[in-house]
């Protein structure tokens, strides 16, 4: 086993909405369009951006150890390019959603990137909406996925929050329908500091890929509001 390394931290606390909700607000909607899927059965919000005062343990390979179980989480995650160590490939954004490659590492100290994700629609109405960059993957009915990334928010302009979002689908390759289960970890809004999302959700019956969504929430009529997005984790067991 490589020998970990420790830099950066991850403090900042749980913000935002009740869990099971992709916005937190009254009326949620997916995409700027109609209503959003609702969290499906097991499909409660786990802990975000606690810190158990230990700061975030790196490997030589310059990857994280969001979970401290002692491994490079890049030997676990089920998602291409976790910590964008030169560009966003396999991150694809929505309709509304810019992302780009940003130098700015979320753990200092194992010189890669982040992801930015800017989220552009402006729509004449009340209410938060949430917009993502995703990525697809297979997933195994009643395995249980252990879900982690690093945000940041940057001081002022447009008020936000950062949030995971996973919607399962019955067929392969996330088919562009809505998902039979929906899964969102709980909110975090700090700026100026990296904070860590985590979650837990066991796959249900009968499903068979995962779009895993990388959350950018503000309200309709504020301009462009961006996230930074790092070392995401999605592990089974």
Known sequence: MESPSTSGGNGGGARGGSP????????????????????????EGGEAGASDGNSPTTFPDGCADLDHDGKSDCTQTLVENPDFKLDVSHWEPETGVLIKWDAMDLLT?????????????????????????????PVEAGKTLD??????????????????????????????????DVYVTNQVYDTGTTLTLSGSKEVAPQMSSLRVRLGVIKPFRADTFSVRFDNVLVAAH
């Open 20 to 43: 099971g909700s992709e916005t937190g607000g009254a009326a949620p909607t997916a995409n700027g369009g109609g209503p959003a899927a609702e969290a499906g059965s097991g499909g």
């Open 109 to 137: 100290g194992h010189g890669s990137g982040s992801a930015l994700v800017s989220s552009t629609k402006v729509l004449d109405s009340d209410g938060d909406f949430l917009a993502t960059a995703s990525q697809c993957i």
């Open 147 to 180: 879900v982690y990334a690093n945000v940041r928010i940057e001081a002022g302009g447009v008020p936000g929050k950062a949030a995971l979002s996973l919607w399962f689908f019955r067929a392969a390759d996330c088919p562009d329908e809505s998902p039979s």
